[in-house]
DNA sequence: CACCTAGTTTGGTATGACCAAAACAGGTTA
DNA sequence: TAACCTGTTTTGGTCATACCAAACTAGGTG
């Protein structure tokens, strides 16, 4: 195979290595909508064809793809497209971000960052009150009063309503973070127990800030987001006996 | 080479990529400290030796360590180890992120999420003083009001006022994610023309942020910050007639 | 129509080879 | 001694081929 016979662009692309370039062509097809959301790949043999180059190649770049969120590759599976979102975004640093809190005051670093967002989003919701908004934070809310004896459900409904919170703004970056959010910190909440007095005092905690965001009071809302949230974290510490508070 | 000829690592992994599997090992021996920051990776065929895989399988497992930050490999160079950071985490979304920001709206949306930031970071700064936080933001702010004649030291003190005001907290993930904002958003900003009286008007701003915060009040502090990034905003906005504002 | 089966496709791995650039080791020269 | 040149070795990047196991497919069978 001569250079020659290449497609243009693989051709003349000095000291760059032929799977980055490979990479960014079937990247920017995904971009443009050529590969839309769903499709499988070509196979790798016909990728050769296609393009001249070498299965080594096209595997590396296949797995640039799938490294960086833009196809899903299963072992034996053809990959298929993935549609770049925020929420492919926040996984791919999931694995590093995983290891960032194995280390000391690490879990804390990135919670103190949660506080600091849901405190902004209650007080903006407050000052800036969204009628669609509220009302999916009212039946988030009522959801999860009404499953406070089941835990299961309560967290689930716990996750609703400040899914709700981030939500409320409409911007699509929020609720990325907030999932991320999830993913991350769920592996230390997830092993905590569950107890219906807990979930009685999280619900008014919720029911606290719901009401400070209707009477439009930013302070009170942030008041109550951060006494939310300490709470929450105490918990969290309370049962793993971490000695990496602030 | 047969199964029993290889490390435990590697052996009877059922249904698993070994390049995954030496991906994880690797990234377990970077996470512990066993491979330190700057160590290059040992040569491809010496892998090969210690780990009883082909060569194939190493130069996967080094590939995605270089795609999630783990590595850092230039061509025809040793891969040198690069601890995980908060950095190296937004460095690996970058990619992603960059794609998402073509789409429309997509740069408002990401610069909405850092005004909701620095506005949390300066009420928090003005709630919380901080000796040394402060003191940290007095010098920024003096040398960015030196440089108001000159465009390039100007744009590197404004920065670095920022900065400051995301240093404050003492959180490492926080200056990440400014770093992460102005990486991301640079290639807007960059293009656009810096002027001595655009200076002026953004080093008064920087001035009203950092006097509201040494006299804690936090709604000033607030407003000032938002006055601040709304205005450069639309700066940004009028410089490329975009049409994405909200 | 459901179910089983044999052949085909396809991703994962192993092996060996070659190239160009980097790193290295000597020897030469100023 | 130190700077410079040179040939060898090392090493990452690429190519080609082969094999395996699981997934897929088509065809036949009940």
Redesign the pocket.
């Known amino acids: 195979?001569t250079d020659k016979d290449r497609p243009d662009a693989l051709r003349h692309v000095p000291n760059e290595?032929?799977?980055?370039v490979l990479f960014e062509c079937f990247a920017d097809m995904i971009n443009r909508g050529v590969l839309r959301d769903g499709d499988p790949?070509?196979?790798?043999?016909?990728i050769?064809q296609t393009y001249?180059?070498?299965?080594?190649?096209v595997?590396?770049a296949?797995l640039a793809l799938s490294n960086k969120g833009l196809v899903e590759?299963?072992?034996?599976?053809?990959?298929v497209v993935r549609k770049p979102s925020y929420d492919t975004a926040m996984a791919t640093v999931g694995n590093v971000v995983g290891r960032l809190l194995q280390e000391p005051g690490g879990i804390y670093n990135l919670f103190e960052t949660r506080i600091m967002i849901e405190v902004a989003l209650a007080r903006q919701a407050a000052q800036q009150p969204n009628a669609k908004g509220i009302e999916q934070m009212r039946v988030a809310l009522a959801a999860n009063g009404a499953a406070i004896e089941d835990n299961v459900v309560f967290y689930q409904t716990d996750m609703a309503f400040h899914s709700a919170l981030y939500a409320m703004p409409g911007n699509p970056v929020l609720p990325a973070i907030y999932r991320a959010y999830v993913s991350w910190l769920e592996p230390q909440w997830s092993l905590m127990p569950r107890q219906s007095d807990r979930n009685r005092g999280n619900f008014h905690a919720h029911t606290a800030i719901f009401n400070a965001i209707v009477a439009q009071d930013p302070d009170v809302a942030e008041q109550a987001v951060r006494t939310h949230l300490d709470a929450a974290w105490q918990q969290v510490r309370s049962t793993f006996k971490e000695e990496d508070m602030p």
Not at 41 to 46: A, S, W
Not at 73 to 79: H, L
Request: avoid cysteine.
């Open positions: 195979m290595r032929a799977a980055d790949l070509p196979p790798e043999r016909e050769v001249g180059v070498s299965r080594t190649v595997r590396e296949v590759a299963r072992p034996r599976f053809r990959p």
